[in-house]
């Protein structure tokens, strides 16, 4: 197991987690629209903003961009 020391270990664990979701039956129909190559950057920065501290790396409101796609694919429905 490698630790999230480094902005190669957040690209390492990002590109593992979308390669394992995209195999997925289930998961995979939620990211089908998704520009992965061009969206993944983003998601790094992200996390190096959560993990290092680098706020300058990431300024968009990550919850309020994702309400439009759980409104499109719920993971969780009501009832």
Do not use: C
Not at 13 to 24: I, P
Not at 33 to 49: A, E, F, S, V
Not at 54 to 65: F, G
């Amino acid at each position: 197991m490698r630790e999230l020391n480094s902005p190669d270990a957040i690209t390492e664990l990002v590109d593992a987690f979308y390669a394992k979701v995209l195999a997925d039956d289930v998961l995979a129909p939620v990211f089908q629209d998704i520009d992965l190559p061009r969206h993944k950057p983003k998601i790094y920065t992200y996390w190096r903003k959560m993990l290092f501290d680098e706020h300058d790396a990431y300024r968009r409101n990550m919850i309020a961009l994702h309400q439009t796609l759980h409104s499109r694919h719920p993971f969780f429905k009501d009832g």
